[in-house]
């Protein structure tokens, strides 16, 4: 039904208002600063959206006109907003060393190999730590002594035992050594021992710190039972006669240092398991050219070539037939 007389402003905003659409097309004009010209763009019809951000801003009821939106009032209108980087200043950081050899001698000096630290060490080095256990009165100063050593200062326990002879400061160097027990300990005993095998004290010593990480070992195993076993590390090359410390097990697998055995079934165990020489003495870190890793390649030769039957062919039984007759 048509209804006579004038039509209203909101009436007619009605009649040609699309359905379906929350606000009809409309055209904005923007002036284009490059050109000059004015820019027609057509913006489809916003939804419930854009409809609540509006609301969001005021809190009168959204009336639809047919008033042309002037310039001010478009530029309060954003839909997408622009995410522009910020550039932070990067203060510039000295570099230490001025080329790649200078820093792998740095990284050298800062963490020395087990060999390095052993062979590194100084009489004056031996000399500050027998000053230090000499001060030791009580069993608390003797906590506070083993709590403060550092790594290098551990690397000075087997290799100040083995210029020791008096038993009283043997035992205070071994109590050090029992409470610092580690695996990296072990690693600096063992090379210690090949260096000044057949040393007894040191020997004992590596025995006894070898027993306490056995211990540690099963305890720790035993709390993990029925826990989720972690996946062992891949076995990387990292190059010919290069050793992964960290992997080195302990040679109490074998037999304990101070064993009267120890060097007849380290060999016996290269000759049973028919495992390479040289691998072997690899998996075990025993270097060739020192005392113990010459010890145990001379048995075990005996055992390749069946000199060890027979005792009176062996190279001990001649060695010790020359020293008896000098």
């Known amino acids: 039904m048509e209804k ?35 820019l027609v763009l057509e913006l489809e019809s916003i939804e419930e959206f854009h409809i609540h951000d509006l609301q969001s801003t005021t809190s009168e009821p959204i009336t639809y006109t047919d008033e042309v939106i002037t310039e001010t009032e478009s530029q309060d209108i954003r839909f997408v907003p622009v995410m522009r980087p910020v550039q932070r200043s990067v203060p510039l950081i000295p570099l230490q060393f001025r080329t790649l050899q200078e820093a792998l001698d740095g990284c050298r000096e800062m963490h020395p190999l087990p060999f390095e630290l052993v062979m590194g060490k100084a009489p004056h080095h031996t ?19 083993a ?33 610092r027990a580690c695996h990296y ?4 005993g063992w090379l210690t021992l090949q260096h000044c095998y057949p040393r007894s004290s040191v020997a004992r010593a590596l025995a006894d710190l070898c027993i306490i990480l056995e211990d540690i070992k099963f305890v720790r195993d035993s709390n993990h039972q029925g826990k989720r076993q972690q996946l062992a590390l891949p076995l990387v090359p990292i190059g010919h006669g290069r050793i992964i410390w960290s992997r080195v097990p302990l040679i109490s697998e074998i037999s304990l240092p101070n064993s009267r055995h120890f060097i007849t079934d380290i060999a016996s165990e290269i000759y049973e398991s028919k495992i390479e020489l040289n691998a072997f003495l690899h998996q075990y870190a025993i270097f060739p050219g020192l005392p113990l890793g010459d010890a145990i390649i001379t048995r075990y030769e005996e055992m390749v070539t069946g000199i060890s039957a027979n005792p009176l062919l062996s190279q001990d039984f001649f060695d010790r037939f020359r020293s008896s007759r000098s």
């Open 4 to 38: 006579n007389g004038p039509i209203s402003r909101e009436e007619r905003a009605d009649s040609v208002r699309p359905k379906g659409r929350a606000i009809r097309p409309f055209k904005l004009n923007v002036p284009d600063t490059a050109e000059d010209n004015l």
């Open 147 to 179: 709590n403060s050593l550092s790594y290098r200062d551990l690397s000075l326990l087997f290799t100040t035992l083995s210029t020791l002879k008096r038993r009283d400061e043997t035992d205070q160097i071994q109590n050090l050594i029992r409470l």
């Open 185 to 188: 300990l072990y690693l600096c």
């Open 127 to 145: 000399t500050w730590l027998m000053a230090q256990v000499k001060n030791i009165k009580s069993q608390e100063q003797l906590y506070k002594l």
